[in-house]
């Protein structure tokens, strides 16, 4: 019989509770357990790679390149970096001691917070999930893990295999929905990582506040684009319709609105128009590279935001198949100037689209486009394509983003090297190779400062002229 949303729910404080004495008794910390687990990872993904491709398809239509690049190898390519310099995060590392506390010495030691929720979204089910785990176990901690039941293939398929390749339960899965996701936050945990939209993000936060639990929080936005770079038009084209159509528009860094000036939007259309036939096909729907919409629901939001749009490129659907065609459209030019945001004149520019929609924007100036990302919230993605290192200048130091590329568009997402976070409402904190180590590590002063010379009798009662002007002194000069 199937396993019932009560009898989970039910089950999830045994299962926090269970993972929390797991890691009281030192079972994670030390490094060989460490990299046994993230041995485990790679194993769960490596040794099934081909049910998750399947499970990918059944929920997102991904094929299987794309299920290759955009979850299983990024997870892969994250474990592999952090085996590759874990024991040199983990070394304790030697801390500055000011002149006034000398003789001392002081190290940083690093620690594991303790259990970590991650709470998953549907589009991206496998990388956003596992992707924070490898700096969860990197960092010792145990973990508990909330797969979307919007993805309901995925989910299964993790729930099924996380018992399997995690015995001892450094790895728990809560399957289930909203109930169980309620459950799951009631419980006091060590740090909660989420991805997903700002109104469950503020939902994740004040349930962490309860507790007052650590959060880092991945939250999207509408991330804009920048283009003036003629010389490279169709290059342009090609990496801008694959970071906004891959996964059927549904990625949280996908460019979401391509802004520049009035004459450029003629040849631009014409372009994305060559490289989406190039990449998908003249007919994207017979394509086994292009995803679905994940639901009904998301698919009827999407089709009313063409209603009143200027369709340039795309626009047919099949309510059915959950198919979107990539689709471009075109926004008039605002009688006074682009906004963006609640209070914008079309609804293609009011809120996070994550679909297969890409308007364009008429703006006059890059200037004029920097004002009208400052408009609104800051955006957990800035693609900027031109050929001017002015123009880049311009963006960089007055714009502020999760990220700036230049360029291409999503790559950012694969660097483990760079941390990956939003800024302002799209998001707190980062995770990624080093940064996913030290967003889920505590690291601790351990300072010791011997007996003798007792040069703390300096700065004790009853205080001598000479001794107080050298304490101040030795302090103010660090």
Not at 198 to 205: A, H
Not at 208 to 224: N, Y
Not at 265 to 289: F, Q
Not at 315 to 329: C, M, Q
Request: one cysteine or more; proline letters at 8%.
């Amino acid at each position: 019989m199937p396993t019932t949303s009560l009898e989970i729910t039910s089950r999830i404080p045994q299962a926090v509770s269970d993972a929390r004495t797991l890691f009281e008794s030192g079972a994670t910390r030390s490094l060989a357990a460490r990299v046994s687990r993230l041995k485990a990872l790679s194993a769960m993904l490596t040794e099934n790679q081909t049910a998750f491709e399947t499970a990918l398809w059944n929920d997102l239509h991904k094929g299987a390149g794309e299920a290759q690049l955009t979850e299983i190898s990024v997870v892969l390519a994250e474990i592999n970096h952090t085996l590759r310099h874990l024991r040199g995060w983990a070394r304790p590392k030697r801390g500055p001691v000011p002149a006034a506390l000398w003789p001392a010495r002081a190290r940083l030691v690093s620690e594991p917070l303790g259990v970590v929720l991650v709470i998953a979204p549907w589009n991206y089910p496998v990388q956003l999930l596992l992707d924070p785990l490898v700096g969860v176990l990197a960092a010792g901690n145990t973990a508990v893990l909330k797969p979307s039941e919007l993805a309901p293939a995925t989910s299964e398929l993790i729930t099924r295999l996380v018992p399997r390749y995690f015995p001892d339960g450094a790895v728990r899965a809560v399957g289930g929905g909203i109930p169980e996701t309620t459950e799951l936050l009631a419980e006091r945990f060590d740090h909660i990582v989420f991805t997903g939209s700002g109104t469950v993000g503020r939902i994740v936060m004040r349930a962490a506040a309860e507790h007052l639990t650590p959060v880092t929080l991945e939250l999207g936005g509408k991330s804009p684009v920048w283009f003036d770079d003629d010389a490279h038009l169709h290059q342009v084209a090609r990496r801008l319709a694959w970071a906004k159509f891959t996964n059927a528009g549904q990625t949280c860094v996908a460019p979401d609105y391509v802004m520049t000036t009035p004459d450029r939007i003629p040849a631009l259309v014409d372009a994305l128009e060559s490289a989406i036939a190039d990449l998908w096909g003249t007919d994207p729907r017979a394509s086994r590279e292009y995803g679905r919409i994940v639901s009904e629901r998301q698919f009827d939001r999407l089709v009313s935001l063409l209603d009143s749009a200027d369709v340039v490129i795309g626009g047919d659907s099949d309510r059915a198949g959950r198919y979107i065609a990539p689709t471009v459209v075109t926004v008039p030019a605002d009688e006074a100037r682009p906004v963006v945001g609640p209070d914008a004149a079309h609804p293609v520019l009011r809120e996070e689209i994550f679909g297969p929609i890409m308007p364009i924007v008429p703006v006059d100036t890059a200037q004029q486009a920097v004002e009208v990302i400052n408009g609104w919230d800051k955006p957990l993605a800035l693609y900027v394509f031109t050929s001017c290192a002015r123009t880049r200048r311009l963006f960089e130091q007055n714009t502020s983003s999760g990220a700036l590329v230049h360029d291409a568009g999503l790559v950012h997402v694969a660097a483990s090297g760079l941390p990956f976070g939003g800024v302002g409402a799209s998001g707190m904190g980062a995770y990624h190779g080093v940064y996913s180590w030290r967003a889920f590590s505590h690291l601790k002063p351990v300072l010791h400062k011997p007996h003798a010379p007792d040069t703390l009798r300096l700065a004790q009662p009853p205080f001598t002229d000479l001794g107080l002007r050298l304490v101040k002194r030795l302090m103010r000069h660090g």
